[in-house]
């Protein structure tokens, strides 16, 4: 986890991680309501598929300890006796249920997050509020929008070019929504310094750089995500969840002078990382990849196909898995920002528990798996051999 190599060539590979886990957290107890006795039973199980006609209930205005916005979506998986139960009853039967997944520390962590995140969001005032909606005609540059559109495997192949396996580039962001996503950044950089407000920065590598989820771009990013990069990492990475997106970590990161300098060697938190260079002028900061990896074989040598620098440009995104290992060389002169949304799965991450064989998309895998099967066929050809040598 620790050693960050600067040339990326081997070494020990970082693994940034992130506050911004799961919205949900409190005290761990519900104020305000009186908790009647519940008439449903424990052993009752959530429905495997949800009841999209379900209208739920709003649980806004209760004091819960996981976000009231877990509560409705997961009330349309309740069993369907339960729907019509009184809404006390139903945050019972699901309260039960979340515990059982999120740990107390962790649900801590999210509540002074959620905190965190409401201080921001009351006392800054947004510069671009064009920004905070998507808009997709003032985003995106027209070819990628046409390509999303017709949302095919033959329309992303005109946008997408593949220079090295598993990275994937395309124009995607119009000059003036990176002008003003950057004036929006430096906007809320300023609040912070006159607030005196001690921000958290996007990862454990940075010292620079702002958390966009934080100061109300969630929603926007959501959607980008959803809307624009699901459809593509569908066709791309369909191995890694890319057609189960469901939440994401948005953030800038920031280099040059008085910044940070370069990134060291690294696997993102995520399923599939969009990356995208919002300018401004600036040399250096290629972006080097070394192979994707899993857990097990994180750490091993690079192979000389598994080794490519990119080379930012403005406006243009590079799409790849989030264990593909990577890291930035430093930034020589000028000012570089980029976007980062780090996407995830929940559905892989569940499925990835049971799984120990990812030669589906870790190289080293692939070559144990390759390797194993080229000696099982010679195996069996000596054997094949020796019992016919034997009979003649
Ligand atoms: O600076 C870059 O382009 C890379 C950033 C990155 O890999 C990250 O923040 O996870
Ligand atoms: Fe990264």
């Known amino acids: 986890m620790s050693l960050q190599g600067g040339s990326g060539d081997r070494g020990e590979v970082a693994s940034p991680t992130t506050?911004?886990?799961?919205?949900?957290?409190?005290?761990?107890?519900?104020?305000?309501?009186?908790?009647?006795?519940?008439?449903?039973?424990?052993?009752?199980?959530?429905?495997?598929?949800?009841?999209?006609?379900?209208?739920?209930?709003?649980?806004?205005?209760?004091?819960?300890?996981?976000?009231?916005?877990i509560f409705s979506s997961l009330e349309k998986y309740l069993p369907p006796n339960l729907l019509g139960v009184p809404r006390e009853d139903k945050v019972k039967f699901m309260r039960e249920i979340l515990l059982k997944y999120l740990p107390q520390g962790e649900r801590n962590r999210a509540q002074k997050h959620r905190e965190y995140r409401q201080k921001i969001i009351s006392n800054y005032q947004p510069l671009h509020r064009e920004l905070y909606t998507i808009n997709p005609s003032t985003f995106f540059v027209p070819d990628f929008l046409q390509a999303i559109t017709d949302n095919s495997e033959e329309s992303f192949k005109s946008i997408v070019t593949e220079p090295s396996p598993g990275v994937f580039t395309f124009n995607m962001l119009q000059p003036r929504f990176c002008e003003l996503l950057l004036s929006e950044v430096e906007n809320f950089e300023k609040w912070v310094n006159e607030a005196k407000f001690r921000i958290m920065r996007p990862n454990t590598m940075n010292k620079y750089g702002a958390v966009l989820d934080d100061f109300g771009l969630e929603t926007m990013l959501d959607k980008l995500m959803e809307g624009f990069i699901r459809p593509i990492s569908k066709v791309y990475f369909p191995e890694v969840g890319g057609s189960t997106l469901d939440s994401h970590h948005g953030f800038v990161v920031e280099y040059g002078k008085d910044r940070d300098v370069e990134l060291g060697f690294h696997v993102d938190d995520s399923e599939v990382t969009l990356n995208v260079c919002l300018?401004?002028?600036?040399?250096?900061?290629?972006?080097?990849?070394?192979?994707?990896?899993?857990?097990?074989?994180?750490?091993?040598?690079?192979?000389?196909?598994?080794?490519?620098?990119?080379?930012?440009?403005?406006?243009?995104?590079?799409?790849?898995?989030?264990?593909?290992?990577?890291?930035?060389?430093?930034?020589?002169?000028?000012?570089?920002?980029?976007?980062?949304?780090?996407?995830?799965?929940?559905?892989?991450?569940?499925?990835?528990?049971?799984?120990?064989?990812?030669?589906?998309?870790?190289?080293?895998?692939?070559?144990?798996?390759?390797?194993?099967?080229?000696?099982?066929i010679a195996a069996t050809k000596l054997e094949l051999l020796g019992r016919g040598e034997a009979t003649t």
């Open 19 to 69: 506050g911004n886990a799961v919205s949900a957290g409190g005290n761990g107890v519900m104020s305000g309501e009186s908790i009647r006795p519940v008439t449903v039973l424990s052993s009752q199980r959530l429905r495997l598929n949800p009841n999209k006609e379900h209208k739920p209930d709003n649980y806004e205005d209760l004091q819960l300890d996981f976000s009231p916005s």
């Open 279 to 376: 300018g401004k002028q600036f040399s250096g900061g290629e972006l080097y990849f070394r192979g994707t990896r899993c857990d097990k074989h994180v750490n091993t040598a690079t192979h000389k196909e598994e080794s490519f620098d990119y080379v930012h440009e403005p406006g243009k995104a590079v799409l790849h898995r989030g264990r593909h290992r990577h890291g930035a060389r430093a930034t020589t002169s000028g000012h570089r920002i980029n976007l980062l949304l780090w996407c995830r799965s929940s559905v892989f991450r569940e499925m990835k528990k049971y799984q120990k064989d990812f030669s589906s998309w870790c190289g080293e895998c692939f070559r144990e798996k390759t390797e194993r099967q080229r000696s099982s």
